[in-house]
């Protein structure tokens, strides 16, 4: 996910932005940039790769600036290399910018600049930012001073939609900075004649813990001596300095003491992100990133999913909502087997491999053998630039952002947000009479998706209930997650978070096979999760729950939002009503803060797990 930092001040403004950019690494980039104003235009310096790259291109014409902006880039438009590296600047090199987020508009406002004259020098969407305020400026004639430049930037951010956290130098404001926010994170650390812009406190923190948070809408203007907040119309907004007393390793994490809760809490804006720019405010699905015409969708008579641990149980949901609404025959694999079993493929399969890193050894074998077979292999991937994205002949990215946890969080609330964009997507646009999804039904599932980030974040107030649950349920030896169809899905990520992250033995099981065999195993000090979401399966499923309850198990049920409570239960959850098949999302977000508070009452290595990596890159 890319950083952006800034200084202003009587300091190296280039060393000083570069080195708080460096607090920002952890975030993952491709390439890194740093713009300063210098003799007759603004000066940028790129590099593809890490900072150090970029510090190499450092020079005298550098030093002594006092005014620098700078940038690290995680790919999401164009790809990553020292062009499509930020700063971008406008034709005339008199100013330039830095970016964070996505502009959904900016292929038409880029036809459009074309059109006026507009020379682009990079495929981001970001430079659009830089001709349009350049375009502006040329309107206001008077751009020449920093109330000129100011309006122009006002101006053209009402013309954008989208996301941005924004930094502007220009030539013609040398010892300003300008910055907006809309939707992507942008603090301003407050220094004694000097001042700093960054994506997070952390980055500013080895200079100043003085720093106002920056919300939706607002904008500011920096010099040496002052800051002026207002709002894009120009009028003053006031924000409250906030007196940062964290040390410097809380700070990475947000405040959070770990980074799989910090991920567990970017859960709404993975979401977000992964539909922005895909669900238009119509209720249409478009899916820019895939070569396939929607009549060329219909050449593939079979899906084939293939994944790993997290991924693969996205893509279990993924198995049952694609079969559900457009009836064609899905399997859904774990990679590690898939090439071992001489699967069946050919140019009618559409392999969908699902990946957080995207480098993850077996799954990129499954993309080969699949390819190797004829068949058309789509990754479903977080890591822009990794191998899968690279190789594999179609790429939906999902935007979790840099996920560091070694138990996945976020990656699979995305994984799961691409599933049902290229499901519902797919559905729409079939022409073989086979799909079962009604235009009621489809606008019904678009309203729905667009709930589902502030459906998480009222889960995300409730952090408390479960880590008070978490002291009881951490004196349990044993778990099992039952569930039935979307349930029973969601049940294998909720077991796997729990074991891998607490080491207490838990498994998922269809909750009618529990009598089949896995009913030995229950007694006193085991723990039952049983999912309740499906109303068709419900009254079974309560009858499962008290199987296992007249065996003095603790229950634990996590129903929906106003149904009753069935007496088997001990400890109750609740969680807000969606479409059936978004369940599993919705659902995971109670297991995942249950899974972390377990671990954390027994003192776990929450971020490292013993034994397990990051990313898998070997069979
Ligand atoms: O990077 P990938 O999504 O391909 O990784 C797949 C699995 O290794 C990963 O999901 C793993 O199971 C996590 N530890 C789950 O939390």
């Known amino acids: ?86 700063p971008h600047r406008d034709c005339t090199g008199q100013l330039a ?61 009402h013309l954008v939609k989208g996301s941005y956290a924004l930094a502007v130098i220009s030539q013609s404001a040398p010892d300003t900075v300008f910055v907006a926010r809309k939707e992507s994170p942008l603090i301003i650390g407050l220094g004694d004649g000097e001042n700093f812009i960054g994506s997070d406190i952390p980055a500013v923190m080895r200079y100043t813990r003085k720093v106002l948070l920056l919300e939706d809408g607002d904008f500011a203007i920096l010099t040496p001596n002052s800051v002026t907040l207002t709002d894009f119309e120009g009028a003053p907004v006031h924000r409250e300095i906030l007196d940062i007393t964290w040390d410097d390793t809380a700070a990475e994490k947000g405040g959070h003491a770990h980074f799989m809760i910090k991920e567990i809490y970017e859960n709404p804006r993975t979401v977000r992100e992964t539909l922005r720019g895909r669900l238009m405010d ?50 859904v694999n774990v990679a590690s087997e898939y090439r071992y079993s001489d ?80 499901g519902l997507y797919l559905a729409k646009h079939d022409n073989s009479g086979r799909a079962n999804l009604t235009e009621v039904e489809y606008r019904e599932y678009v309203a729905a998706l667009r709930e589902l980030p502030s459906q998480i974040e009222g889960i995300l107030k409730e952090e408390a209930t479960y880590a008070l649950l978490a002291e009881e349920l951490a004196k349990h030896h044993c778990f099992f997650f039952l569930g039935r169809r979307y349930d029973f899905a969601a049940s294998l990520e909720a077991a796997l978070k729990l074991k891998e992250i607490s080491y207490i033995h838990a498994e998922a099981y269809p909750a009618g096979e529990m009598k089949h065999g896995p009913l030995a195993l229950v007694e006193p000090g085991v723990a039952i999760v049983g999912f309740c979401t499906q109303p068709d399966t419900n009254e079974k499923m309560v009858s499962n729950l008290k199987e296992v309850k007249a065996r003095d198990a603790t229950i634990i049920t996590l129903l929906l939002e106003g149904a009753e409570t069935p007496d088997c239960s001990d400890f109750t959850l609740r969680v807000p009503v969606t479409k059936e098949a978004f369940m599993p999302l919705v659902s995971m977000v109670p297991m995942q803060l249950l899974a972390y508070h377990v671990a954390r009452v027994l003192g776990c290595e929450i971020d490292q797990p013993r034994n397990l990596a990051k990313s898998v890159t070997v069979e």
């Open 1 to 86: 996910m890319c950083g952006i930092t800034g200084y202003i001040g009587s300091g190296d403004a280039v060393e000083i932005a570069i080195n708080n950019l460096k607090r920002l690494e952890y975030r993952g980039y491709d390439s890194a940039g740093v713009a300063f104003p210098d003799t007759n235009s603004v000066s940028i310096l790129r590099a593809p790769g890490k900072i150090v790259n970029l510090e190499a291109l450092l020079s005298g014409a550098s030093e002594h600036k006092h005014v620098a902006i700078a940038h690290t880039r995680w790919a999401t438009h164009g790809r990553p290399c020292e062009a499509n590296a930020h």
């Open 97 to 157: 910018v830095v970016h964070n987020g996505i502009i959904e508009n900016y292929a038409e406002l880029r036809r459009e600049l074309i059109a006026k004259g507009h020379e682009f020098a990079s495929d981001t969407d970001t430079e659009v930012f830089a001709h349009l305020i350049e375009e502006m400026c040329e309107l206001e004639k008077g751009c020449d001073k920093t109330e000129g430049v100011a309006n122009a930037i006002r101006k053209a951010l």
């Open 282 to 331: 119509d209720g249409e699905i478009v899916l820019p990133s895939l070569p396939f015409s929607p009549e060329q969708w219909q050449k593939f008579r079979r899906i084939s999913i293939v994944a790993c641990g997290t991924a693969y149980h996205a893509g279990v949901v993924g198995k049952m909502f694609f079969e559900q609404i457009l009836r064609r025959p899905v399997e």
């Open 343 to 422: 699967p069946i493929l050919d140019e009618e399969t559409l392999v969908v491999l699902i990946s957080q890193s995207g480098e993850t050894a077996d799954t990129l074998a499954a993309m080969r053998e699949a390819q190797h077979k004829g068949a058309t292999t789509l990754a479903i991937v977080n890591v822009v630039g990794s191998t899968l994205a690279r190789d594999a002949d179609a790429v939906l990215l999902t935007q979790a952002g840099p996920e560091i946890g070694v138990a996945s969080t976020k990656a699979y609330l995305a994984q799961l947000t691409a599933l049902y964009l290229l």
